[in-house]
């Protein structure tokens, strides 16, 4: 019984779709002008719908964020998978890497948030997060079988840096290139 297959689930009637579909480009905007904490009431106020209305589409702020980010992950799974036949495999996972960190970088909080649901499969945002973690795993063990990368490198400790580069970045924005810094020195430290 879920919304990717159907099963068991009816579709929208066509103003709720529209309500749907309206506070998802409202929460969108909210998000990458004023962070991923914005008010919940400012985005159901701005999409002209109540409160209610917001939560019966998104129980949590997390099923929001997720649902506002899942096309946004796609991108990120369909490059991953670009990304496997890479002729240098390490170069292909930090590639990989830059663009998790420029993507969290459009929406303030998202890296705090994603950091903070990382160890919750119940959260919402697992729902991104666990196909972007199988994602990176298979390029980390292409790079690994490869040889570039040590063995005791694991994904979940590759996502978690990503996310503290993204936030560091956040909190840095006089400073534009420690992003791509910290990621140099992640790729010097996968080397071992």
């Known amino acids: 019984m879920d919304g990717k297959t159907g099963v068991g689930v009816r579709p929208l009637r066509a103003d709720a779709r529209r309500n749907h579909d309206r506070l998802l480009a409202v929460a969108r905007t909210a998000f990458a002008e004023r962070g991923t904490d914005t008010s919940l009431e400012d985005v159901a106020r701005r999409a002209g719908v109540g409160i209610g209305t917001l939560y019966r589409h998104f129980p949590t702020r997390h099923a929001l964020l997720s649902a506002v980010f899942q096309s946004e992950v796609d991108v990120l799974l369909d490059r991953s998978r670009e990304l496997l036949d890479a002729e240098q495999p390490c170069t292909a996972l930090i590639e990989w890497l830059r663009a998790i960190i420029t993507h969290a970088g459009v929406y303030r909080g998202l890296a705090r948030a994603l950091m903070s649901a990382s160890g919750d499969a119940s959260s919402a945002l697992a729902r991104c997060s666990e196909p972007m973690r199988k994602a990176g795993d298979a390029l980390l063990v ?14 979940a400790d590759l996502m978690q ?14 400073d534009p290139e420690l992003a791509d810094r910290l990621l140099a020195l992640t790729y010097r430290g996968l080397k071992g």
């Open 142 to 155: 292409r790079a690994r079988e490869a040889g570039s990368v040590r063995a005791d490198v694991t994904i």
């Open 161 to 174: 840096l990503t996310n503290a580069i993204a936030l560091a970045a956040e909190q840095s924005p006089d």
